[in-house]
């Protein structure tokens, strides 16, 4: 397994983590494949030019935890902020506002009473 390996399948692993678990979107495919057909071209490009593969590699990962690949979904460091703020409960910024809080607006003040 090559040097730029591993970065570039956190790179996808956290993309995905980021759009479902954190803000409950539908899982998209086009990620996996996609983080797939990326670590064969890291590889292919560091037995080219190593240094530089794994360094692009790392910078794709530093990039995609701060920014935002899709404007209506917070950055997996946004996120991530947020769920621990929360104190970890929760499915994230998106799951609260989805409709779901029947449990915690409902049946709380029921068991209150």
């Given at each position: 397994m090559s040097r730029t390996t591993g970065p570039v399948i956190a790179l996808g692993a956290v993309t995905v983590a980021n759009n479902t678990i954190f803000n409950g979107k539908p899982m998209d495919w086009r990620i996996p494949i996609a983080t797939g057909l990326l670590a064969i071209g890291a590889n292919l490009?560091?037995?080219a030019f190593p240094q530089g593969a794994q360094?692009?590699?790392w910078t794709a990962l530093l990039a995609t935890?701060?920014?935002r690949l899709d404007p209506g979904t917070?950055?997996?460091v946004e996120s991530a902020i947020t769920w621990?703020?929360?104190g970890g409960?929760?499915?994230?910024?998106g799951r609260g506002s989805t409709?779901?809080?029947g449990s915690s607006g409902g049946s709380s003040g029921s068991r209150e009473v």
């Open positions: 490009g560091e037995k360094i692009l590699a935890l701060v920014t917070p950055s997996p621990w703020k929360e409960k929760g499915g994230g910024p409709g779901g809080g």
